[in-house]
């Protein structure tokens, strides 16, 4: 039974498209993060939610929008794709703000 | 801490001897701080995690150190295995932060 479940898996897709990537939890958390791993696996977080309230957003372009409809789901919308988000995306939760969190599997984005 | 556009650090070691991988970390208010193990196409792991109030923490064949003072974590791996080949990850967040920072992550390769 996977925690931390997203999807899809892969996606490519043209510029100047818009795309969803969907997060759901099974785990009973309250704290939901989207993460943006790039080329150099360098992992920067992106947003994060706690009680479907977003707590973070770390300069995130506003073309990226997040949509938590409940505490066990976080979703990401992406406007007007470009080449430069490009990227694995990490969708993760946790109990409050310092516990370890879980991560899916990634969706590994491209934009051509 | 966070990492600027650098390579991705490499550790090469043999079947069976100890590994040790290092991280600095960039937060003086950082209080928690957990070891993530990254295998090929899949998400961040939980490995093992230390609080501030303490300075050594072991699990099994793994074991994390920390040093205020200088602001260093490191991972202790005994007896390396082929399965530990991965990339980890040093992570640090501070109580009600919301917001966890990843280092620049270490490329482990196990010789058999």
């Known amino acids: 039974d996977t925690a931390v479940s997203q999807t899809p898996k892969y996606l490519v897709t043209q510029m100047g498209n818009d795309k969803s990537i969907k997060c759901e939890q099974n785990?009973?958390?309250?704290?939901m993060y989207w993460y943006k791993q790039d080329s150099k696996k360098f992992l920067k977080i992106m947003f994060s939610?706690?009680?479907?309230?977003?707590?973070i957003n770390e300069t995130v372009p506003n073309r990226f929008s997040p949509k938590s409809p409940d505490k066990a789901h976080l979703n990401l919308h992406i406007n007007s794709l470009e080449l430069g988000d490009s990227a694995v995306y990490f969708c993760?939760?946790?109990?409050?703000?310092?516990?370890?969190?879980?991560f899916g599997q990634g969706t590994r984005l491209t934009v051509v | 801490g966070e990492s600027v556009g650098l390579h991705l650090p490499t550790l090469s070691v043999q079947e069976g001897d100890n590994s040790i991988i290092n991280c600095a970390y960039s937060n003086s208010a950082s209080d928690y701080f957990i070891w993530y193990k990254q295998e090929s196409g899949k998400g961040p792991q939980f490995i093992i995690d230390i609080r501030s109030n303490m300075d050594k923490r072991q699990g099994q064949r793994v074991t994390v150190l920390l040093n205020k003072t200088v602001k260093h974590l490191s991972l202790q791996i005994a007896a390396t295995q082929p399965g530990d080949s991965a990339v980890y990850f040093c992570a640090e967040t501070y109580t009600g932060g919301f917001k966890t920072i990843f280092g620049a992550g270490t490329r482990l390769f196990v010789k058999a």
């Open positions: 993760a939760s946790s109990y409050g703000s310092n516990t370890e969190a879980f």
């Open positions: 939610y706690n009680n479907k309230e977003l707590i």
């Open positions: 785990l009973g958390h309250d704290t």
